[in-house]
T-cell receptor, first 113, second 115 residues
Framework: KAGVTQTPRYLIKTRGQQVTLSCSPI?????VSWYQQTPGQGLQFLFE???????NKGNFPGRFSGRQFSNSRSEMNVSTLELGDSALYLC????????????FGSGTQLSVL | GESVGLHLPTLSVQEGDNSIINCAYS??????FIWYKQESGKGPQFIID?????DKRQGQRVTVLLNKTVKHLSLQIAATQPGDSAVYFC??????????????FGQGTTLQVKP
């Protein structure tokens, strides 16, 4: 069974631009969660989608948004990029309950110049 | 606060020795705990999990211990190998519709295995 796939692997953007990241979950998984990983803040929860609906959201500004499609694939968008948005963005998929393991992709490394 | 912390940022062990990585959590409402391993350039990889109704769970060469009295979690790796070198994260989840997909991660412990 294929794992979680994230594209692109690397991105370089400049301040003020916007970016869209893509995630394909494991087949049969309906929940997709997004995390931001930085050396200073560690892994932080952004949001979670299930059946095309955002169910939970972390403490990030509205510049961070996402969506999920009917095939469970998900995208996240960051608008008006700031230098501090440079991070590894990780996507994880699961069946969609609490207290279950999440399966992570390899992430998209975003650098904002 | 709501955080899952680790005691040591770096742990160095000799190949073949046992490793113990510790984690403290602050919220007694947490009822699910999970350990991940992250190698350079990769996403976190599931190692083992444990629910709050258990004290111990064993996997292949790994054991997780949960002490709810002192809110402490540990990961034991037997016969540590060079391939075990990575950053290890503990994470917690809590039951409830507001917590789906939402793991709270600790800061991570870097395990270095010396040949």
């Amino acid at each position: 069974k294929a794992g979680v796939t994230q594209t692109p692997r690397y991105l370089i953007k400049t301040r003020g631009q916007q970016v869209t990241l893509s995630c394909s979950p494991i087949s049969g998984h309906r929940s997709v969660s997004w995390y931001q990983q930085t050396p200073g803040q560690g892994l932080q929860f952004l949001f979670e989608y299930f059946s095309e609906t955002q169910r939970n959201k972390g403490n990030f500004p509205g510049r961070f948004s996402g969506r999920q499609f009917s095939n469970s694939r998900s995208e996240m968008n960051v608008s008006t990029l700031e230098l501090g948005d440079s991070a590894l963005y990780l996507c994880a998929s699961s069946l969609g309950s609490t207290n279950e393991k999440l399966f992570f992709g390899s992430g998209t490394q975003l650098s904002v110049l | 606060g709501e955080s899952v912390g680790l005691h040591l940022p770096t742990l160095s062990v000799q190949e073949g020795d046992n490793s113990i990585i510790n984690c403290a959590y602050s919220n007694s409402a947490s009822d699910y705990f999970i350990w991940y391993k992250q190698e350079s350039g990769k996403g976190p990889q599931f190692i083992i999990d444990i629910r709050s109704n258990m004290d111990k769970r064993q996997g292949q060469r790994v054991t997780v211990l949960l002490n709810k009295t002192v809110k402490h979690l540990s990961l034991q790796i037997a016969a540590t190998q060079p391939g075990d070198s990575a950053v290890y994260f503990c994470a917690e989840n809590r039951s409830g519709s507001g917590n789906t997909g939402k793991l709270i991660f600790g800061q991570g412990t870097t395990l270095q295995v010396k040949p």
